[in-house]
């Protein structure tokens, strides 16, 4: 079926996301982010385009991009084409680096507008990475509070729907982040920022569904890396003193599960995952996961 064509509209907002190929990583290393950072910068200068908002996750990038006489697929392509050639260089890989062209969604309402810029700026919360927007640096959020500079980022027109004075912007912007609003909105069409308790939910589902076979017992490192594919979370947050209730679940799962299939006691369970044992047995008495 041929695809249908894009709809160019000078002037207009968009919201348009790319997702590794395979909901893949699409970094390999921290500056890889700062690296994305000057491809947009320098794409959005080149096309005449503004940057109002960004995100970028560990498989999946949120843009906020209001396109000038050149139309969206222009930035798009070229944001796309050259880190996609930059990572294939790092790494072994064939195929596409990314899933397929980006998605793109017209924003044509100022209340569509705050409640999207409030989307991207909590995909790190609802995924269960941090606990505020201010703890992930990967986001325009830290430009929005007057945190950062980030010429490349425009957030005087967005600001400017929050208040007449960038201060008074400023404070009702954080409220509105901040408020419980922003937990269920979902832009429409593809939902890549996925609420942490529906994807750790998921991840029992799966594992209920599974067939049991006859296998030898894996090691707690093959536990550990069963629980990152299963809940969707890279290895080494699991040892980051971010606080977060989706990690403390992940966490008790594998404790619990080391425990009843005699992979591994407490105590290796929380010198691995860089916790206290006091600590991990709390977590299990909070969160006692069962899956078998």
């Not at 409640?115 to 830290?142: K, T």
């Not at 430009?143 to 967005?158: H, I, K, L």
């Not at 017992?217 to 971010?242: N, Y």
Request: charged share 25%.
């Amino acid at each position: 079926m041929p695809r249908r064509p894009r709809i160019h509209v000078p002037g207009a907002f968009y919201h348009a996301t790319l997702r590794g190929n395979h909901q893949q990583d699409i970094f390999v290393a921290t500056h890889d982010r700062a690296l994305l950072n000057v491809i947009v910068a320098r794409s959005i200068e080149k096309y005449g385009a503004r940057l109002h908002a960004y995100c970028w996750m560990r498989n999946h990038l949120h843009l906020l991009v209001q396109i000038g006489t050149e139309p969206l697929s222009n930035p798009m392509r070229d944001i796309a084409g050259e880190f996609a050639r930059a990572m294939q260089a790092k790494i072994p890989t064939t195929g596409h680096f990314f899933e397929r062209r980006y998605f793109a969604n017209l924003v044509d309402t100022d209340v569509y507008l705050k409640e999207l810029v409030r989307y991207i700026h909590l995909n790190p919360v609802n995924a269960g990475l941090v606990d505020d927007p201010a703890a992930f640096p990967w986001s325009s959020h830290h430009a929005y509070v007057g945190a950062r500079s980030e010429p490349w980022v425009t957030t005087d027109f967005v600001l400017g729907v929050f208040g007449s004075s960038r201060k008074a912007a400023i404070s009702a912007y954080l409220e509105f982040v901040a408020s419980d609003g922003g937990q269920d909105w979902h832009p429409p069409g593809e939902p890549l920022g996925k609420d942490a308790d529906r994807r750790f939910e998921r991840g029992i589902d799966t594992a209920l569904n599974v067939p049991a076979s006859p296998r030898r017992r894996m090691s707690l490192d093959e536990l550990v890396l069963e629980a990152c594919r299963r809940f969707e979370v890279p290895k080494e947050v699991l040892a980051e003193s971010t606080r977060s209730t989706y990690l403390v679940k992940v966490r008790a799962w594998i404790a619990n599960q080391a425990v009843k299939q005699k992979i591994a006691p407490i105590a290796d369970v929380a010198r691995l995952l860089g916790r206290d044992e006091s600590t991990l047995r709390e977590a299990i008495r909070r969160y006692p996961v069962d899956v078998e």
